[in-house]
Protein backbone atom coordinates (compact mmCIF):
# COMPACT_ATOMS: atom_id res chain seq x y z
CA UNK A 1 0.00 0.00 0.00
CA UNK A 2 1.93 2.72 -1.13
CA UNK A 3 -0.69 5.02 0.64
CA UNK A 4 1.13 4.93 3.61
CA UNK A 5 4.43 6.17 2.35
CA UNK A 6 2.21 9.01 0.79
CA UNK A 7 0.93 9.94 4.17
CA UNK A 8 4.50 9.98 5.85
CA UNK A 9 5.77 12.18 3.00
CA UNK A 10 2.90 15.07 3.76
CA UNK A 11 3.24 14.76 6.93
CA UNK A 12 7.23 15.12 6.93
CA UNK A 13 6.86 18.37 4.28
CA UNK A 14 3.98 19.71 6.90
CA UNK A 15 6.24 19.21 9.59
CA UNK A 16 8.85 21.07 8.17
CA UNK A 17 6.59 24.16 7.44
CA UNK A 18 5.36 23.91 10.87
CA UNK A 19 8.73 24.31 12.50
CA UNK A 20 10.00 26.85 9.74
CA UNK A 21 6.22 29.20 10.76
CA UNK A 22 6.82 27.90 14.80
CA UNK A 23 3.30 26.29 14.36
CA UNK A 24 2.69 24.39 17.66
CA UNK A 25 -0.41 22.26 16.03
CA UNK A 26 -2.05 21.17 12.66
CA UNK A 27 -5.94 20.99 12.81
CA UNK A 28 -6.05 20.28 8.98
CA UNK A 29 -4.12 19.34 5.70
CA UNK A 30 -6.11 20.05 2.36
CA UNK A 31 -4.32 17.35 -0.37
CA UNK A 32 -5.65 17.74 -4.52
CA UNK A 33 -5.40 14.01 -5.59
CA UNK A 34 -5.27 13.46 -9.13
CA UNK A 35 -7.74 10.60 -10.63
CA UNK A 36 -4.84 9.22 -12.43
CA UNK A 37 -2.39 9.29 -9.75
CA UNK A 38 -2.90 6.16 -8.33
CA UNK A 39 -3.98 6.78 -5.17
CA UNK A 40 -6.83 5.89 -3.15
CA UNK A 41 -8.52 8.54 -1.21
CA UNK A 42 -9.74 6.35 1.55
CA UNK A 43 -6.66 4.62 2.08
CA UNK A 44 -4.61 7.95 2.36
CA UNK A 45 -6.79 9.25 5.18
CA UNK A 46 -6.85 5.96 7.23
CA UNK A 47 -3.21 6.15 6.55
CA UNK A 48 -2.21 9.90 7.32
CA UNK A 49 -4.33 9.32 10.79
CA UNK A 50 -1.69 6.47 11.45
CA UNK A 51 1.45 8.84 10.45
CA UNK A 52 0.35 11.68 12.21
CA UNK A 53 0.21 9.81 15.39
CA UNK A 54 2.83 11.13 18.12
CA UNK A 55 3.56 14.70 15.60
CA UNK A 56 2.66 18.12 15.34
CA UNK A 57 -0.32 17.08 13.24
CA UNK A 58 -1.86 14.65 15.86
CA UNK A 59 -5.97 14.68 15.68
CA UNK A 60 -5.57 16.70 12.30
CA UNK A 61 -8.03 16.17 9.22
CA UNK A 62 -7.15 15.43 6.22
CA UNK A 63 -9.45 16.60 3.83
CA UNK A 64 -9.25 15.64 -0.36
CA UNK A 65 -10.26 17.03 -2.99
CA UNK A 66 -10.53 14.94 -6.60
CA UNK A 67 -9.05 16.50 -9.47
CA UNK A 68 -10.46 14.49 -12.87
CA UNK A 69 -8.25 13.73 -15.55
CA UNK A 70 -8.08 15.95 -18.41
CA UNK A 71 -6.13 16.38 -22.12
CA UNK A 72 -5.69 18.87 -24.67
CA UNK A 73 -5.47 18.12 -28.44
CA UNK A 74 -2.75 20.14 -29.84
CA UNK A 75 -4.07 20.15 -33.43
CA UNK A 76 -7.71 21.26 -32.84
CA UNK A 77 -7.40 22.80 -29.50
CA UNK A 78 -10.31 20.54 -27.80
CA UNK A 79 -9.81 19.55 -24.08
CA UNK A 80 -11.83 16.72 -22.27
CA UNK A 81 -12.18 14.49 -19.29
CA UNK A 82 -10.16 11.24 -20.03
CA UNK A 83 -11.84 9.13 -17.61
CA UNK A 84 -10.13 6.28 -16.32
CA UNK A 85 -8.40 4.40 -17.37
CA UNK A 86 -7.53 7.28 -19.82
CA UNK A 87 -9.01 7.83 -23.00
CA UNK A 88 -6.40 10.20 -25.07
CA UNK A 89 -8.22 10.50 -28.69
CA UNK A 90 -9.95 13.93 -29.36
CA UNK A 91 -13.81 12.88 -29.84
CA UNK A 92 -13.22 16.42 -32.13
CA UNK A 93 -10.67 15.21 -34.96
CA UNK A 94 -9.60 11.70 -33.96
CA UNK A 95 -6.40 13.06 -32.94
CA UNK A 96 -4.55 10.36 -31.08
CA UNK A 97 -1.81 12.89 -29.46
CA UNK A 98 -3.64 13.81 -26.66
CA UNK A 99 -1.74 15.49 -24.24
CA UNK A 100 -2.71 15.17 -20.59
CA UNK A 101 -2.98 18.68 -18.75
CA UNK A 102 -4.25 17.48 -15.25
CA UNK A 103 -5.17 14.20 -12.95
CA UNK A 104 -1.86 13.38 -12.26
CA UNK A 105 -1.69 16.04 -9.07
CA UNK A 106 -0.85 14.92 -5.52
CA UNK A 107 -0.39 18.30 -4.03
CA UNK A 108 -0.81 19.46 -0.33
CA UNK A 109 -3.23 22.77 -1.27
CA UNK A 110 -3.29 23.94 2.45
CA UNK A 111 -2.48 23.51 5.52
CA UNK A 112 -4.70 24.76 8.45
CA UNK A 113 -2.37 25.79 11.77
CA UNK A 114 -4.18 25.19 14.91
CA UNK A 115 -4.48 28.36 17.61
CA UNK A 116 -2.93 27.85 21.24
CA UNK A 117 -1.83 24.11 20.71
CA UNK A 118 1.05 22.86 22.54
CA UNK A 119 4.88 22.69 21.67
CA UNK A 120 5.56 20.67 18.80
CA UNK A 121 6.27 16.85 19.49
CA UNK A 122 8.63 14.56 17.36
CA UNK A 123 9.16 14.57 13.89
CA UNK A 124 9.23 11.39 12.38
CA UNK A 125 13.13 11.73 11.66
CA UNK A 126 13.66 12.27 15.27
CA UNK A 127 11.79 9.33 16.54
CA UNK A 128 13.63 7.13 13.77
CA UNK A 129 17.12 8.81 15.75
CA UNK A 130 15.55 7.83 19.45
CA UNK A 131 15.16 4.20 17.63
Request: net charge negative; glycine share 14%.
Amino acid sequence: MHEMSVALSVVDQVERAALERGAHGVREVRVDIGELAGVVADSLSFCFGLACAGTVLEGADLVTRSVPGRASCAPCGRTWETGMPPDLVCAGCGGGAGELVSGRELRITEVRWAAGSAVPGATHATRSEEM
